[in-house]
């Protein structure tokens, strides 16, 4: 995980259930199924910044969801990958955009097309009486 957030396993909770869908007595039986919660709020291993960060655009709660594969142990290990790639994401500041202005010369061609296009199209029109 990214630098200020190392949350240790103890603070995930697991549910696992049946991933329902075709596939028999080994989907109806078989709890592949994965959940993965880590409370943000609580969670050793996150230091203040990150924790505000975190909580700002995930939410208090973070969980996934994982029944891709017939495997629990697969389905586990891609859903603490779902959960580090989230936080990752989350962690990265966005660049602050620096206010610009278009210069003159952007302006003035702007204009320029601007007017050739109304000429254009004026010239389209049928004529009228009074010219």
Known sequence: MAPGCRIPLSEIDWTFTTSGGPGGQHANKAHTRVEAAIDLRTARGINAATRARLITKLGPLLRVVVDDTRSQARNRSI???????????????D????????????????????????DTKRQRQRPRHDD
């Open 79 to 93: 859903a603490l990958e779902r959960l580090a790639d989230r936080i990752e994401v989350a962690q990265r500041q």
């Open 95 to 118: 660049k602050l955009r620096r206010k610009t202005k278009p210069s003159r010369g952007a302006q003035k061609r702007r204009l320029e097309a601007k007017k050739r296009r109304s």
